[in-house]
T-cell receptor, first 112, second 111 residues
Framework: DAGVIQSPRHEVTEMGQEVTLRCKPI?????LFWYRQTMMRGLELLIY????????DSGMPEDRFSAKMPNASFSTLKIQPSEPRDSAVYFC??????????FGSGTRLTVV | SQQGEEDPQALSIQEGENATMNCSYK?????LQWYRQNSGRGLVHLIL?????REKHSGRLRVTLDTSKKSSSLLITASRAADTASYFC???????????FGSGTRLQVQP
């Protein structure tokens, strides 16, 4: 099992550009979560899915953020347009019913 | 917003000593979990304690939960330099699947 796979590991982009982060959850895990981690705000839940359906997106900061899960093996988090304050480490995690989270290694996003 | 607040924010000890980290939370929970994060890496699950449990052990880890005080503690015994990391508590509110993470404790174990 390769675990939760996130890509890219690092992303540097200019303000105003579109950024797409990708996540492949563990096969058989029916929950997928996107978190953002910063020094100031710690780990914040952005959105989570159950069986590919968004359940709670109240943590998505603005309309500039959107997330999709077109199938059980793939999810994207898109920021358009990106701003410097979006700079953070973005984590994806998945879990089976009643199980603990397995996190990916994260994507470190820098918006200049 | 963060559910849990951890104490202390940072802890430095010598190898072989015990490390104790505390976590407080605000709402009714299904369970409380502890995770470790090494610098630049994702979080790794350590242990889960359910709301009807008071204490749980896993290797050198001991977790306690006091639901009346809405608090938990993580004890790492006989610490090693490899235990150096940030430790987070996380809670799942009753009826909710998503975890809310605390602010974390940075543990430094000096060899």
């Amino acid at each position: 099992d390769a675990g939760v796979i996130q890509s890219p590991r690092h992303e540097v982009t200019e303000m105003g550009q579109e950024v797409t982060l990708r996540c492949k959850p563990i096969s058989g895990h029916d929950y997928l979560f996107w978190y953002r981690q910063t020094m100031m705000r710690g780990l914040e839940l952005l959105i989570y899915f159950n069986n590919n359906v968004p359940i709670d997106d109240s943590g998505m900061p603005e309309d500039r953020f959107s997330a999709k899960m077109p199938n059980a093996s793939f999810s994207t988090l898109k920021i358009q347009p990106s701003e410097p304050r979006d700079s953070a480490v973005y984590f994806c995690a998945s879990t089976p019913p009643g199980g603990s989270y397995t996190f990916g290694s994260g994507t470190r996003l820098t918006v200049v | 917003s963060q559910q849990g607040e951890e104490d202390p924010q940072a802890l430095s000890i010598q190898e072989g000593e015990n490390a104790t980290m505390n976590c407080s939370y605000k709402t009714s929970i299904n369970n409380l979990q502890w995770y470790r994060q090494n610098s630049g890496r994702g979080l790794v699950h350590l242990i889960l304690i359910r709301s009807n449990e008071r204490e749980k052990h896993s290797g050198r880890l001991r977790v306690t939960l006091d639901t009346s005080k809405k608090s938990s503690s993580l004890l790492i015994t006989a610490s090693r330099a490899a235990d150096t990391a940030s430790y987070f508590c996380a809670t799942a509110d009753t009826g909710r699947r998503a975890l809310t993470f605390g602010s974390g404790t940075r543990l430094q174990v000096q060899p």
